[in-house]
């Protein structure tokens, strides 16, 4: 009697319970369908968002971050010198500025006390923010005369050093201020600029220009073997400083003198 309706109930269980395992399954996979749906929506929005803020021009007020990024080094031990300056009676200052993406900056400058400089010397190692910086004409320019607003310079003439040949720059029609120079290297990656007021007339400038370059010299190389390379290679080919004065001429008709003239006819 028992396993009658055991067996008579068997078949009517089996009918009840097929549908709701079946509905469930369909709903399991509704809802994965939907959650990958979802992930996968993200997933674009996310790309579709990065790529537009990629594309984003640089506005004007990331400019001003570039030149702010610099800070004063204090703890940074100094890794150039001027021997026997002519400007002993001028009180040196060395600064060292660092920039985030790995560019240094080691400025001398001489100057009387509560009195503005009157020479700076800058060593510039650049890092990865050389291509976010101005062109160096104009950086020379703002430091010469730092509150006389950005000035344009033009060329006058080239001078020889222990460097190779550097390029000299001048306020347009001012032949006796001051006097600002420039030396690109590529191997190693250096930038030797800065300025000075020594002298009264053009060949005095230049003379002064000559032996501060002439008389720079290397204190540490720190990890960079190419530096120290480049420096030894200099000093062999360092002249005395009497050479360069204005009372010597020089055999090089191009570096003689600010605007040379042709030689011969034409």
Known sequence: MRSLWAHRAHPSYQTRIHPALTSFADECCATLARLLAYVGTLALVAMLGIHLW?????????????????????RSHPAFAVSQSDLLE??????????????RRDVIRWARPGEKPVAELE????????????????????RMEPNDGA???????????????????????????CLGFLKRL???D??????SCQGDVLPAQRAAVGCMLNRLIL??????????????????????CAAASPATPSA???????????????
């Not at 990629?54 to 204090?74: C, F, H, I, Y």
């Open 190 to 195: 250096l930038q030797i600029s800065g300025w």
């Open 151 to 177: 000035r344009e310079l033009e060329a006058a003439g080239v001078i020889d050093s222990k460097f190779g040949p550097v390029t000299l720059l001048r306020p347009p029609g001012e032949a006796g201020s």
């Open 252 to 266: 090089d008709w191009v570096t003689s003198a600010g605007n040379p003239f042709l030689r011969g006819t034409l």
């Open 90 to 103: 001028k009180t040196e200052a060395y600064e060292i500025f660092r920039h985030p993406m790995g560019g």
């Open 219 to 240: 204190l540490t190389a720190g990890n960079d073997p190419k530096l120290a390379e480049l420096f030894a290679r200099a000093e062999l080919r360092r002249t005395d």
């Open 186 to 188: 590529d191997d190693p």
């Open 54 to 74: 990629d594309g984003l021009p640089v506005g004007e007020s990331s400019e001003p971050l570039t030149k702010v990024s610099w800070s004063l080094a204090d």
């Open 123 to 142: 060593i510039y190692r650049p890092g990865a923010e050389f291509s976010q910086s101005g062109p160096a004409f104009a950086d020379i320019a703002a």
